[in-house]
């Protein structure tokens, strides 16, 4: 595709459930990262991946919160026991290169009840 | 303006005036910044960059300006069109290889015809 593709674009879920985000990003680009985006915030780094290397997590703000990357191509984001103040558009990036621009997809939008 | 901490600031213009929108960044050792523009349901879309060798720089209708001394950055629209109409988020990094951008809460742009 020509851009970051991201599913589901929105998901609904209960409180203690597990939810899975996925990220497809433009073909070629070596790193990856992933975002939150509260209601009305800026954008909150959570972890990133570059090529083959150790992924920076840096930004996860709970171990409820993991990523893979395969391939090194498709990430999935994963919250175990969601929590209500889970509930933000999680939004993913690729860049060509660590530092380069980075294009966004278009976010998929978690609801935890 | 925005600056962290702060409710989303709104700016309301008329289609054909200029717009300005204002960003005070925080960390004095960043050397690259970035406006986004973020409609409504898509991730946030890159507009323009700058360094911090240079004080302005010049798109397609957009100027950047920024002000190492007092930490501040600013977006001109010149002739804002109803198709500006969006949130825009800058972004600061301390640039090379660095890969963490910083974001500011945004600004909610609203262009009246």
């Known amino acids: 595709g020509a851009g970051v593709s991201q599913s589901p674009s929105n998901k609904v879920t209960e409180k203690g459930k597990d939810v899975e985000l996925r990220c497809d990003p433009i073909s070629g680009h070596t790193a990856l990262y992933w975002y939150r985006q509260s209601l009305g915030q800026g954008l909150e780094f959570l972890i990133y991946f570059q090529g083959n290397s150790a992924p920076d997590k840096s930004g996860l703000p709970s171990d409820r919160f993991s990523a893979e990357r395969t391939g090194g191509s498709v990430s999935t984001l994963t919250i175990q026991r969601t929590q209500q103040e889970d509930s933000a558009v999680y939004l993913c990036?690729?860049?060509?290169?660590?530092?380069?621009?980075?294009?966004f997809g278009p976010g998929t939008r978690l609801t935890v009840l | 303006g925005e600056s962290v901490g702060l409710h989303l600031p709104t700016l309301s213009v008329q289609e054909g005036d200029n717009s300005i929108i204002n960003c005070a960044y925080s960390n004095s050792a960043s050397d690259y910044f970035i406006w986004y523009k973020q409609e409504s349901g898509k991730g946030p879309q890159f507009i323009i960059d700058i360094r911090s060798n240079m004080d302005k720089r010049q798109g397609q209708r957009v100027t950047v300006l920024l002000n190492k001394t007092v930490k501040h950055l600013s977006l001109q629209i010149a002739a804002t069109q109803p198709g500006d109409s969006a949130v825009y988020f800058c972004a600061e990094n301390s640039g090379g290889s660095n890969y963490k951008l910083t974001f500011g809460k945004g600004t909610l742009l609203t262009v009246n015809p």
């Open positions: 990036a690729s860049s060509f290169t660590r530092g380069g621009e980075q294009f």
